[in-house]
């Protein structure tokens, strides 16, 4: 790709690699809705645009199971 082109979508490896989380932790969001992707042939995509929403958003806190 040149230098002038924008890139507009990156694979489910390369949206993990950009959050600072596991391929996994992208397919569970993309799963539940919470991180738009889209299909393209036998592949799935990540727009750009969607990870700059994704992180815009304010997120719910994970609930921490502690050992009793």
Same mark, same amino acid.
């Given at each position: 790709?040149?230098?002038? =082109?924008?890139?507009?979508?990156? %694979?489910?490896?390369?949206? *993990?690699? $950009? $959050?600072? +989380? %596991?391929? !996994?932790? +992208?397919?569970?969001?993309? /799963? *539940?809705? !919470? $991180?738009?992707? /889209? /299909?393209?042939?036998? !592949?799935?995509?990540?727009? +750009?645009?969607?990870? #700059? #929403?994704? $992180? !815009?958003? #304010?997120?719910?806190? =994970?609930?921490?199971?502690?050992? +009793?």
């Amino acid at each position: 790709m040149g230098k002038d =082109q924008k890139v507009l979508a990156v %694979s489910m490896e390369e949206a *993990a690699r $950009l $959050l600072g +989380v %596991s391929p !996994r932790t +992208v397919a569970n969001l993309a /799963r *539940a809705n !919470r $991180l738009t992707s /889209r /299909r393209i042939g036998r !592949r799935r995509v990540i727009t +750009v645009s969607a990870l #700059d #929403d994704f $992180l !815009r958003k #304010d997120h719910p806190a =994970q609930k921490v199971h502690a050992a +009793v």
